[in-house]
């Protein structure tokens, strides 16, 4: 897709809807979005069924990850997170959403892999802050 984000590689470890809907925005830019799921998929998959909806759709997860390639990966394993780490090697981009002690224990947080990738573009939206008593809610 053509747009002003064309070429640019992005990997996106989100989950809901913030991480999802700037992935979102960047697939429409023209990015090449790469979306990391865990095998039961991005929670937010089952949204409609969650409200009670019968439908064959749902609006909420395709609105958010439009336009994405997505990759279900067990970031918990070695070989798993070997993908993640394979997938960042020429990436332009990392955004997540995943709360700041998650992204650690998975060795996925900024100062685990700033040294490796030191071009790679950091983003981390997060709901309560990345420092504080609430961080890791």
């Not at 984000?5 to 990015?31: F, N, R, S, T």
């Not at 070997?82 to 224990?105: H, M, P, S």
Request: glycine letters at 12%; hydrophobic letters at 45%; proline letters at 6%.
């Amino acid at each position: 897709m053509a747009g002003p984000m064309a070429g640019v590689k992005v990997v996106e470890l989100g989950v809901w809807i913030a991480g999802p809907a700037a992935g979102g925005i960047l697939a429409d830019w023209g990015a090449d979005v790469v979306k990391l799921e865990p095998p039961s998929g991005d929670p937010c998959r089952m949204f409609q069924r969650m409200l009670g909806g019968d439908l064959p759709t749902n609006p909420v997860f395709e609105m958010d990850n439009r336009s994405k390639r997505s990759i279900a990966v067990d970031l918990t394993t070695a070989d798993g997170l070997a993908v993640a780490l394979d997938l960042l090697a020429d990436a332009d981009v990392f955004i997540t959403n995943l709360r700041v002690g998650a992204l650690e224990r998975l060795g996925l947080d900024h100062e685990s892999i700033a040294d490796r990738f030191p071009r790679l573009v950091y983003g981390q939206v997060t709901g309560y802050g990345r420092e504080g008593e609430d961080a890791d809610r």
